[in-house]
């Protein structure tokens, strides 16, 4: 099977509606483009990844494998342009580790999120968030849209426990807690993107109508919500929100997909293998 073969049927497989419009995904817009290789090569094997670290790619010429699918940007911008970085040291020398390697890339974002047939009765879900779900136990606990996963009723902990459980799970250094680390905490929601924008004036109003405890997030900065975690778990409000960061959180949505690209592709014949990035953060903590 030719690597553009493979890309052909992980598409056909997807759902194939955006996540953001609900129109579907046109293939002169989606960010699910081949962005670096040949594509018109036998694939040898594939590795999938949240993104194709120099690691990841290093790792790919050790398997065998010239297809990597990440869910995120090669070259660290929307649309991967490398005009806009070809003077750029960095990437000169990822250009020669990906030339000297050899295949191809092609990043699956919105047909991943477009959702696939994964529920046991066929029905389609995202990729992503259910890859969280079950990487951390919790798809019987999916409440409101299943078909998103971003909500849950869990059995009740402590904000401090919750934190400790997902780094366990998710094989973090840590996490950072913002709130009452001692909330109880039952009801967790995953927000999509806390840019300290306006619009989290929603977050905060749907978290508090809802009886949300937890928020375990992706992209959280200082502002907005995060303040009003702080101020809501000062007031005795048992709040709190955990902040996974964005690739940590979506990556076992990549680790998933080796589970069901041999349905995708009508074969178990092509290699695949998830290669983690790792934990974005490293932490330095006062002694």
């Known amino acids: 099977m030719l690597i553009s073969e493979v890309i052909s049927s992980v598409k056909a497989y997807c759902g194939g509606m955006a996540f953001d419009t609900g129109k579907p995904i046109d293939d002169a817009t989606t960010r699910d483009k081949v962005t670096y290789g040949d594509i018109n090569q036998e694939c040898t094997g594939i590795v999938t990844c949240i993104w194709p670290t120099a690691d990841v790619i290093r790792r790919a010429q050790e398997l065998g494998a010239n297809l990597i699918i990440p869910h995120e940007a090669l070259f660290w911008n929307h649309g991967d342009h490398q005009d806009v970085i070809a003077q750029n040291r960095t990437y000169q020398a990822k250009k020669a580790l990906l030339d000297e390697w050899g295949g191809a890339v ?34 019987d606990y999916r409440v409101g849209d299943k078909a998103f996963a971003l909500e849950y009723q869990i059995p009740q902990t402590t904000g401090r426990e919750l934190a400790a459980y997902l780094v366990e799970r998710l094989g973090l250094n840590g996490t950072r807690i913002t709130g009452d680390p001692d909330a ?7 927000p999509m993107h806390i840019f ?29 919500t995060c303040e009003y975690v702080r101020d809501a778990g000062m007031l005795g409000q048992s709040k709190c929100a955990i902040t996974i960061g964005h690739f940590n959180l979506e990556e076992p949505g990549m680790e998933y997909m080796v589970r069901w690209l041999p349905a995708a592709l009508g074969t178990d014949q092509i290699p695949a293998t998830f290669v983690p990035m790792t934990d974005t953060y490293q932490y330095v903590v006062r002694g």
Not at 111 to 116: A, E
Not at 184 to 190: A, C, E, F, G, M
């Open 184 to 190: 109880k905490v039952s009801r967790v929601q995953i």
């Open 196 to 224: 300290g924008v306006p619009e989290d004036t929603n977050e905060i109003n749907y978290m508090d109508k809802n009886d949300v405890d937890a928020l375990v997030t992706m992209e959280m900065v200082d502002f907005t």
């Open 106 to 139: 092609w990043r699956c974002h919105d047909y991943i999120h477009s959702k696939v047939p994964l529920e046991a009765d066929g029905s389609l879900v995202d990729g992503i968030f259910y890859g969280f779900a079950w990487k951390v136990g919790w798809l």
